[in-house]
């Protein structure tokens, strides 16, 4: 039996072993972002705002993290300033260092 050309086109397209794994990847590589460089002004403004910070506040805050900015909404539990860092109830921590942005809501 002879077979057609369509199916034999069909034995040498490429193999995707992992359904969506490709769009995945190439969805990925478009969300990278290059880290932004603050002005002092933006450094000042955002210790001005971390200074007005206590424990129990709802923040907004846009950060830095695996190479793309998010925004995120928290109550604040603990500012270590040792450490850098804002712990919130939810127990997500944010590195001062990341933030571009942060607003009291």
Do not use: T, W
């Amino acid at each position: 039996m002879a077979i057609s050309k369509l199916d034999r086109a069909k034995q040498f397209l490429p193999f995707d072993a992992l359904k969506g794994f490709s769009d995945a990847l190439r969805k990925k590589e478009i969300e990278c972002e290059k880290r932004k460089i603050l002005s002092e002004e933006k450094k000042e403004e955002i210790a001005y705002n971390l200074n007005k910070i206590y424990i129990g506040n709802i923040v907004k805050i846009i950060y830095y993290y695996n190479q793309k900015y998010i925004e995120y909404i928290g109550k604040v539990e603990k500012i270590n300033l040792l450490k850098r860092e804002i712990i919130f109830y939810d127990k997500n921590i944010i590195h001062i260092d990341d933030i571009f942005d942060i607003k009291i809501e």
